[in-house]
């Protein structure tokens, strides 16, 4: 039996390999079925981690973070969980090849992954133009024109955002009315750089070999087209979170998630599950940046520590 078992090899869960090895906890085990990094690595360009000042690809930016956490004896085993269980004190870890493993303790860092609008051209210039993070790539737009797509509280927090930066907002969703809070769509309507644009559905982004150069919508009406001309387009149309490894064969959940299917934590990334923590985007309420999912890794972490020292 290991003492603790990692699920993910994202920032979140490769700062809890950090802090738990170099914390005195043998035998930690990062499960990851690919090479750690998490879906960070898929960026282009990264230039807002704190004390990294040159601007890095998430490849290159994520390569030191695997070499300093086995630096400290974390294990990396690239099999993919399929499910976790728990039994009397301890967790099992079912592996989708049948094999398992048992653990005392459980840091859940499986991340998630924004939803797709799926139309023609989001994949080609997804990172080129279209993005998922006002707050990563808002800076790259500044003094022009973006559309943004949603109708809930963070396509429209990520607006008003947006005008912070950008001279205007087309704000795109395929209703008339809007499923974020009122107050938001009080302040969103109040705000003169945003163009509310409904009911319009995307039919297709367009660009260059320089990135995106406009959007194609659809009144969903009318079924007339316009193209609005932007080089940046972020999408907010909802989020997945990966708990499937959670689903018991009962229909239940491990421990406890929201609505949205993020996991229940208090401020030390605790579940309600005594030996179970969950770090990083997985999570409620998480800010989804690199930095918070590290911070969140490294409690996690710590409090495993406090955990295991507590039950030996």
């Not at 699920?7 to 170099?22: D, E, F, K, V």
Request: aromatic fraction near 8%; charged fraction near 20%; hydrophobic fraction near 40%.
């Amino acid at each position: 039996m290991i003492n603790l078992a990692i699920i993910g090899g994202g920032p979140a869960g490769l700062s809890a390999g950090l802090y738990a090895t170099r914390g005195g906890i043998k035998d930690v085990v990062l499960f990851e079925k690919g090479m750690p990094g998490g879906q960070i690595t898929g960026s282009s360009e990264i230039e807002n981690y704190p004390g990294v000042s040159e601007i890095k690809s998430g490849l290159d930016f994520m390569e030191p973070w695997q070499e300093q956490c086995f630096r400290f004896g974390l294990k990396h085993e690239m099999l993919a969980v399929k499910q976790i269980t728990k039994s009397g004190s301890h967790f099992v870890i079912h592996h989708e090849d049948g094999k398992t493993t048992e653990a005392r303790s459980v840091i859940l860092a499986t991340g998630g992954r924004p939803k797709r609008i799926g139309v023609a051209g989001e994949d080609t210039f997804w990172g080129r133009g279209v993005s998922t993070c006002a707050t990563c790539d808002g800076f790259f737009y500044k003094d022009k024109e973006v559309v943004v797509i949603g109708g809930g509280d963070t396509a429209l927090e990520e607006a008003i955002y947006l005008t912070k930066m950008c001279a205007k907002v087309y704000l795109v969703h395929r209703r008339d009315g809007f499923r974020a809070a009122p107050v938001t769509i009080e302040h969103a309507k109040a705000n003169p750089k945003i163009e509310f644009l409904t009911p319009y559905i995307p039919l297709e982004i367009k660009g260059d070999n320089t990135g995106v150069t406009s959007i194609v919508i659809e009144h969903a009406q009318s079924k007339q087209t316009r193209e609005v001309v932007a080089p940046g387009v972020f999408v907010f149309v909802g989020y997945d979170v990966n708990t499937q490894v959670l689903a018991q064969d009962d229909g239940s959940m491990l421990c406890a998630c929201d609505e949205y299917g993020s996991v229940v934590v208090d401020l030390s990334m605790r579940t309600n599950i005594p030996g179970l923590f969950a770090a990083g985007d997985i999570r409620i309420n998480a800010p989804k940046q690199v930095v918070c999912a590290a911070s969140d890794g490294a409690t996690a972490a710590l409090q495993a520590i406090a955990y295991l020292d507590s039950v030996h």
